[in-house]
């Protein structure tokens, strides 16, 4: 499903330049749930922009779906994160002036389904992480843990075939973080293709591959608890 | 390796992505609206409602000061179409032919012919201690009229500010002109001179063509039309007699045409009719004086310009506002550019909003113009020295400003909102 090779990425602060990712191989399998850990500053969250194609790397390449993805214009990219991939951000981005159902909804429009249609396949992604009783509720309205599923159903509700998250459960209380990971588990089970960074060890460790980043390179690859 | 084409990556085409881009535009500038801050929203629209009225208050306030006087004009003093006697002949040769071919018109509504005569007002010669004294006296038009006739067309007793309008079998008695009397128009120069102390019942001698007569003062008048206020009205038997007129030739025809009628068809009757070699046929609009269309024009111009900067004072007022929303939302925008939302639609959310408070604005201005300040001034007229002044606003002109606000308002809506799109999607998330 993925496929990265070379991948670099270095960020220029200054005249001083800042290599983050300095040649990473990896790839992710179809119906994979890989997780990417490492120290803070190792370059997990860079790696998940490139792959999430919110960033560009300076070199290397990343082939998605069997698309090379170097190749796309931003409007391409664009509508690549809309149509094949969803992405989980830490601070769960929610539009504040949408509610919860209308959040997952807006993706969902932008595939040019009808309003009725894309409130119907919301409702469903709001269902499958227990929300369905919260779906008019402002994100002001709904605690971390209800909002960081908010953020999940809107990056599953248009079934992409690549979910991304980063650091999923960084604001969240221990209970919380594995309600979320039980629906990461859960999507995963129906055939989701997942790559989730986290620092968590023991989260990490929930997946079926474990990547640990260090220094800009993939220094070990491990199997997971749940490929165990 | 799969091939990028437009169809797999970007949607079928882009008449149906445009559509999509307007939809979530839409979806997403209604929800912004709707759970905005009240205050704030209503400041916005406050803003754009003031703005709008001053594009079109300030320059109809301007306008309908000469807009006033154009009106008075007509109505008082040339009615819709005036006939006067050419440059050559003291009077309009054939003018019961004319007036009775007039009232012939299924368009004509009321006709008045007046007969003028030059000559002088005197006043307070009753007071003067030597026979050598100048008395108080001031050069004036003297207008003879048929009471019912000329109030049909120029509705001349409503201009009255003290006394009774004339009878038909009034004898010796006149109305004068406000702009004659110095309690009225308080100026006194050899040029421009008036009459002190009289008012209505003051005994005044009119002096015509040597033919001196004492009349009583009826009643002032007071138009603001200079042709009006500067004459003396008295009945047209009373100075056909005194000035030995037997002819019935006038010196001045006005028409009063029936609501809906086109001036210009009367003058080309009786130019058709030959009465252009006998007399000089105006419309209203070609009567009026040309400092009333310059100053109309200039006043247009000064209106057009203060418009001007208060629609570029608005432009820059929404730029700021959209601005500053998108600024603080960046991170939100970095983010629906993340999942997927692209830039048009986001555009079109903002531009939106801009043409919602620009629209809102425009109608509750527009509420404002003609539910109360067009009746109101059109009620209670601007107390100007030459003119009652109304407000123009004249439904297309007054649509071409909605239109003009409006572009100005999208356009300010559309800048910031580019500006804040084009930038890097994930610098925008994370606030760098």
Redesign the interface.
């Known amino acids: 499903m993925i496929i990265v090779k070379g991948l670099k990425k270095t960020y220029k602060i200054g005249s001083t330049e800042l290599p983050v990712l300095r040649g990473i191989d990896m790839h992710v399998e179809k119906g994979e749930f890989v997780s990417i850990t490492g120290r803070s500053g190792s370059g997990k969250s860079t790696l998940l ?1 490139q792959l ?1 194609l ?2 560009y790397p300076n070199s290397g390449s990343i ?1 998605i ?4 993805t170097s ?2 214009t931003s ?2 990219r ?6 094949e ?1 969803g ?1 989980v ?1 830490q601070d769960y ?1 929610l ?4 509610t919860a159902v ?1 959040n997952v ?3 969902i ?4 389904l009808s ?1 009725k249609e894309a409130h119907k396949k919301a409702k469903h992604a709001l269902s499958l992480v227990g929300l369905s009783e919260r779906l008019n509720s ?1 994100p002001s309205q709904l605690s971390g843990g209800e909002q960081q599923r908010v953020s999940i159903a ?2 599953i509700g248009f079934e992409p075939k690549i979910l991304f998250a980063d650091e999923p459960t960084a604001n969240l209380d221990t209970e919380t973080s594995k309600m979320v990971l039980d629906i990461f588990l859960q999507l995963n089970a129906l055939g989701q293709t997942i790559v989730m960074v986290t620092h968590e060890k023991d989260y990490a460790m929930l997946a079926d591959r474990i990547l640990t980043l260090s220094d800009g390179v993939i220094s070990e690859t491990k199997i997971g608890k749940k490929k165990k | ?2 091939k ?1 084409t437009h169809q ?5 085409n882009d008449f ?1 992505r445009m ?2 881009s307007i ?2 535009g839409t ?2 500038a209604w ?2 609206i ?3 801050n009240i205050w704030t929203t209503l400041l916005i629209i406050f803003v754009m409602t003031v703005t709008f009225l001053n594009l079109v208050v300030v320059s109809g306030i301007l306008v309908g000061l000469i807009e006033g006087a154009v009106v008075a004009q007509k109505e008082h003093y040339t009615g819709d179409v005036i006939i006067s006697h050419l440059r050559q002949k003291n009077y309009i040769e054939q003018s019961t032919d004319i007036v009775r071919y007039l009232h012939s018109l299924p368009s004509v509504q009321d006709v008045s012919a007046r007969y003028i005569q030059g000559g002088s007002i005197e006043a307070n010669y009753k007071t003067k201690v030597r026979a050598s004294d100048i008395t108080d006296n001031a050069p004036a038009l003297i207008a003879g009229i048929s009471p019912f006739d000329e109030n049909s067309v120029t509705g001349i007793s409503h201009t009255l500010i003290d006394g009774k309008y004339l009878d038909e079998g009034d004898y010796d008695k006149i109305l004068v002109g406000a702009s004659l009397l110095y309690k009225y128009t308080p100026v006194d120069t050899p040029s421009l001179r008036t009459l002190e102390n009289v008012e209505v019942g003051s005994k005044v001698r009119l002096n015509i063509g040597g033919f001196v007569r004492e009349v009583t003062v009826k009643g002032i008048l007071k138009s603001k039309v200079s042709e009006v206020d500067s004459r003396i009205f008295m009945t047209d038997t009373q100075l056909r007699g005194l000035i030995g007129r037997t002819d019935l030739n006038a010196d001045e025809i006005v028409v009063k045409l029936k609501p809906g009628a086109d001036p210009s068809y009367v003058k080309n009757q009786l130019t058709n009719l030959g009465y252009a070699n006998l007399a000089k046929i105006q419309t209203s609009e070609e009567a009026q004086p040309k400092f009333l269309k310059d100053m109309k024009d200039t006043f247009n111009l000064l209106g057009n310009v203060i418009g001007t900067i208060g629609l570029v004072v608005a432009s820059i007022t929404i730029f700021i506002i959209i601005f500053v929303n998108a600024i603080t939302r960046r ?2 925008i970095g ?9 048009d ?1 986001i555009e079109l959310s903002y531009i939106m909003q801009a043409f919602f408070y620009g629209i809102f604005g425009s109608a509750i201005g527009l509420g404002i113009i003609f539910g109360f300040l067009k009746p109101y001034f059109a009620a209670n007229p601007i107390n100007f020295p030459f003119s009652d002044g109304i407000l123009v606003a004249d439904p297309m002109g007054v649509m071409v400003r909605v239109g003009v606000l409006m572009l100005a308002t999208v356009i300010a809506g559309f800048i910031p909102a580019k500006i804040v799109v084009r930038q890097n ?2 610098d925008a ?1 994370l606030g760098r």
């Not at chain 1, 779906?65 to 090379?68: F, K, Q």
């Not at chain 1, 539009?95 to 949408?98: A, D, G, Q, T, Y």
């Open positions: 922009y999430g919110l960033d082939i779906d069997r698309m090379e190749e796309l409007s391409e664009t509508s690549m994160r809309l149509i991939l992405y951000f981005a539009l504040p002036s949408l209308e909804m807006v993706p429009l932008m595939l040019s309003k402002l809107r990056a | 390796m799969r990028i797999t990556v970007v949607r079928e149906l559509l999509t939809r979530v979806f997403l929800r912004d709707k759970r905005a991170k939100y983010i629906m550019k993340g999942i997927g939302i692209d830039s639609a999607t994930l998330i």
